[in-house]
């Protein structure tokens, strides 16, 4: 059965950086697209970034953009968030998510991890 | 800030109907699938409606999806208390190149 476990939450200092992981069983990895999501507390979902199956093409929120990197490791089946210059507003719990389509994005996210908790305080 | 608008909360009674509206604009409900999404707290999203009204396996058929221009409608029938729950609708946003969600819905069973 698919499987999404993510990593690599914790409390950090506003400006510093953190990276969060996602492994990934139970499918074929390098053929879906992968995003994350996250829920800053009492607010609704935020998407937050994608990248392709292949790791050629990343799309980002405006949120984020410039200060957040995705990466995937197919050989290992893991996602990677590379989260820099982390502010208050970035504290949310953190899901990865699977693609529905082969080697497609933009559809529907059929599968989802429990989700790791980044808390940026001082 | 949520490009899809949904409304705040509704509620019926247990065994009554609840529909939740989405609205957004041509660059993403217009042009591409919805999808919705119930949540939860504490608990990873499940998808619940894709392509605008198909249901993965193992989805009652109590819930149902449509989609009319740029907008979208989630159908729950036959309400039960397991259905409290937040429900987002999702799709890409084609001019952001993004994903976007609803601003979120609580459902109330009363």
């Known amino acids: 059965q698919v499987q999404l476990v993510e990593s690599g939450g914790g409390v950090v200092q506003p400006g510093r950086s953190l990276r969060l992981s996602c492994a990934a069983s139970?499918?074929?990895?390098?053929?879906?697209?992968m995003h994350w999501v996250r829920q800053a507390p009492g607010k609704g979902l935020e998407w937050v970034a994608i990248i392709s199956y292949d790791g050629t093409k990343k799309y980002y929120a405006d949120s984020v953009k410039g200060r957040f990197t995705f990466s995937r490791d197919n050989s290992k089946n893991t996602l990677f968030l590379q989260m820099n210059s982390l502010r208050a507003d970035d504290t949310a719990v953190y899901y990865c998510?699977?693609?529905?389509?082969?080697?497609?994005?933009?559809?529907?996210?059929?599968?989802w991890g429990q989700g790791t908790l980044v808390t940026v305080a001082s | 800030q949520s490009v899809l608008t949904q409304p705040p909360s509704v509620s019926a009674a247990p065994g009554q109907k609840v529909t939740i509206s989405c609205s957004g604009s041509s660059s993403n409900i217009g042009n591409n699938y919805i999808s919705w999404y119930q949540h939860l707290p504490g608990t990873a999203p499940k998808l619940l409606i894709y392509?605008?009204?198909k249901r993965p396996s193992g989805i009652p058929d109590r819930f149902s999806g449509s989609k009319s221009g740029t907008s979208a409608t989630l159908g729950i029938t036959g309400l039960q208390t397991g259905d409290e729950a937040d429900y987002y609708c999702?799709?890409?946003?084609?001019?952001?190149?993004?994903?976007?969600f609803g601003t979120g819905t609580k459902v109330t069973v009363l």
């Open positions: 392509d605008n009204n």
């Open positions: 999702g799709t890409w946003d084609s001019s952001l190149s993004a994903g976007v």
């Open positions: 139970g499918f074929t990895f390098r053929s879906y697209a």
């Open positions: 998510a699977k693609e529905m389509l082969r080697y497609s994005y933009g559809s529907s996210f059929d599968f």
